[in-house]
C-alpha cells in the first residue's frame, strides 16, 4: 500500500499562495493522488485528484513530480476560510475495491 | 455532488448500549461508505455499504459491533453495538457517484459520546 507523508501543520498570509507537500515515495503506476480538506467539526470536501499531470480546478492546482514520488496542493490566494486540515490521499485497489488511503493530514492555518 | 445528511449530529450513549446513525442522500449513488474519526485523528473507513447484500467491512471491524444496512441506492445505516468509551468519535457517511472512483461526497457526520 501507498503511503502518504505530510508536514503536520503549515502557516500562511491570507491572500498569498499556499503550498502544501506530500511525499508518497511508494506510489505505484496506476494509483491517484487526492486531496480533500476538512474544514472543522464538518465532514471532508473533496479538492481535487491526478495521476501524472498537473491539475487545476476552481480552487487549487496539483503539481504531481515527474517520478510521482511527491506532490504539491497549491492554493493561489489563501483566504481565512481556507483554514483546515488537508489531507493527501492515494486511491489504491485493494482486495478488488477502490479505497482512498488516508494519512495524517496537514493543518493550514491562514493568518491575516 | 450529492447533498447527504445524518441522523443524529450527535449523542451522548451509555456503555452497553446500540445507536443506530442514519445517512440520506438527495440521490441515487453507486457507492456508500462509513468512516470512523476518533478524536485530533484522520479518517478510518469501516466498511462499504453494498445494497442488498452484506457490507464489506475492513480489517478490524466486525459486522456483529458494526451493522451496516443498505436497502436501496440513496439510505444507510451504521449501528454501533454494545458501546464502550473507546467508541467515542466522529462517524462520517460518504458517496461515490462511480464504482472504484475515489472523489467521494462527506456527510457532516455524527459525533457519538459514549460515557
Known amino acids: 500500500d501507498a503511503k502518504t507523508t505530510q508536514p503536520p501543520s503549515m502557516d500562511c498570509a491570507e491572500g498569498r499562495a499556499a503550498n502544501l507537500p506530500c511525499n508518497h515515495s511508494t506510489i505505484s503506476g496506476n494509483e491517484y493522488v487526492y486531496w480533500y480538506r476538512q474544514i472543522h467539526s464538518q465532514g471532508p470536501q473533496y479538492i481535487i485528484h491526478?495521476?501524472?499531470?498537473?491539475e487545476t480546478n476552481e480552487m487549487a492546482s496539483l503539481i504531481i513530480t515527474e517520478d510521482r514520488k511527491s506532490s504539491t496542493l497549491i492554493l493561489p490566494h489563501a483566504t481565512l476560510r481556507d483554514t483546515a486540515v488537508y489531507y493527501c490521499i492515494v486511491r489504491a485497489l485493494l482486495d478488488s475495491n477502490y479505497q482512498l488511503i488516508w494519512g495524517a493530514g496537514t493543518k493550514l492555518i491562514i493568518k491575516p | 455532488s450529492a447533498v447527504i445528511s445524518q441522523k443524529p449530529s450527535r449523542d451522548i450513549c451509555q456503555r452497553g448500549t446500540s445507536l443506530t446513525i442514519q445517512c440520506q442522500v438527495d440521490s441515487q449513488v453507486t457507492m456508500m461508505f462509513w468512516y470512523r474519526q476518533q478524536p485530533g485523528q484522520s479518517l478510518t473507513l469501516i466498511a462499504t455499504a453494498n445494497q442488498g447484500s452484506e457490507a464489506t467491512y475492513e480489517s478490524g471491524f466486525v459486522i456483529d459491533k458494526f451493522p451496516i444496512s443498505r436497502p436501496n441506492l440513496t439510505f444507510s445505516t451504521l449501528t454501533v453495538s454494545n458501546m464502550s468509551p473507546e467508541d467515542s468519535s466522529i462517524y462520517l457517511c460518504?458517496?461515490?457517484?462511480?464504482?472504484?472512483?475515489?472523489?467521494?461526497?462527506f456527510g457532516p457526520g455524527t459525533r457519538l459520546t459514549v460515557l
Open positions: 460518504s458517496v461515490s457517484m462511480r464504482t472504484g472512483f475515489g472523489e467521494q461526497f
Open positions: 491526478g495521476l501524472k499531470n498537473n
